[in-house]
């Protein structure tokens, strides 16, 4: 490519199709309104079924989605995520593996109760995702795989060694995805936000002490607003974004800089 052909159209997502787990709450919400907004129909899987929110968002930018209540983890049903998306809108060109969560108990009181749960969720249901995702993405050669990581793929956690080691993992597997695919034009990255204002962290922020804590270790000295998320994620699913691979994106204010 010359570099004179270089333009807008390469943050296009005009006729692409993509999957988005949890995509109709929280972060998952910004990537499916971000993908739509360039372009790309959205299939939505979600334990959580949808208020009409997110519908009305994606249909409002003249694109088409579907949603499918399932549980991630059950046998099967990343093939049928694949296929309901392939059946929608006749490929799966992206995948985004949002859904996740994030039990909290002090290390002593934190056993297999809740440690089984987000392995489960946060590491076993993004690879079986991206594994059946691939196999429709391989023949095609073409493809993106973005894994949503967090600032505990860099650190630990306390209260939540769960969490730490399954963003750790997290890490580790989009880089081997990637040392596997980039042979066949798949790029497999990962975007790793920082301190968001959802309503995850909202008692965070009602607590004074706590939240300036938090801002203190910002050098953006603020929250992050989940429309903060959007860009990287159009641009990790855009043509743009072709020769990064493997590569875990923080999105965090400059958080782990200090």
């Known amino acids: 490519?010359?570099?004179?052909?270089?333009?807008?159209?390469?943050?296009?997502?005009?006729?692409?199709?993509?999957?988005?787990?949890?995509?109709?709450?929280?972060?998952?919400?910004?990537?499916?309104?971000?993908?739509?907004?360039?372009?790309?129909?959205?299939?939505?899987?979600?334990?959580?079924?949808?208020?009409?929110?997110?519908?009305?968002?994606?249909?409002?930018?003249?694109?088409?989605?579907?949603?499918?209540?399932?549980?991630?983890?059950?046998?099967?049903?990343?093939?049928?995520?694949?296929?309901?998306?392939?059946?929608?809108?006749?490929?799966?060109d992206i995948v985004v593996n949002s859904a996740g969560i994030c039990n909290l108990a002090p290390v002593e009181k934190f056993g297999r109760v809740q440690w089984d749960p987000m392995v489960d969720i946060n590491l076993t249901a993004p690879f079986e995702l991206s594994h059946e995702a691939m196999l429709r993405m391989i023949p095609r050669r073409s493809g993106k795989i973005i894994n949503i990581a967090s600032l505990f793929s860099f650190l630990g956690?306390?209260?939540?060694?769960?969490?730490?080691?399954?963003?750790?993992?997290?890490?580790?597997?989009t880089k081997a995805y990637c040392d596997e695919l980039a042979q066949h034009n798949i790029q497999v990255n990962a975007i790793a936000p920082g301190y968001f204002a959802t309503q995850i962290t909202e008692a965070t922020r009602a607590d004074p002490t706590t939240n300036q804590r938090v801002l203190d270790h910002i050098p953006a000295g603020r929250w992050g607003d989940v429309a903060d998320l959007m860009g990287t994620t159009v641009f990790l699913a855009s043509r743009a974004s072709d020769y990064v691979n493997g590569h875990i994106l923080p999105v965090d204010g400059g958080y782990l800089v200090r």
Not at 4 to 13: A, G, I, K, M
Not at 20 to 47: D, E, M, Q
Not at 157 to 173: L, N, R, V
């Open 157 to 173: 956690g306390q209260w939540s060694p769960a969490y730490a080691a399954t963003k750790h993992a997290i890490a580790g597997f």
């Open 1 to 92: 490519m010359d570099i004179t052909d270089f333009n807008r159209d390469f943050f296009s997502l005009d006729g692409k199709n993509a999957i988005v787990t949890g995509g109709n709450t929280g972060l998952g919400r910004a990537f499916s309104l971000a993908l739509a907004k360039a372009g790309a129909n959205v299939f939505v899987p979600s334990v959580m079924e949808d208020d009409g929110t997110t519908r009305r968002l994606i249909e409002a930018e003249g694109r088409r989605t579907e949603f499918l209540a399932c549980d991630l983890t059950a046998p099967g049903t990343p093939r049928a995520i694949v296929d309901g998306c392939v059946d929608a809108f006749g490929s799966v």
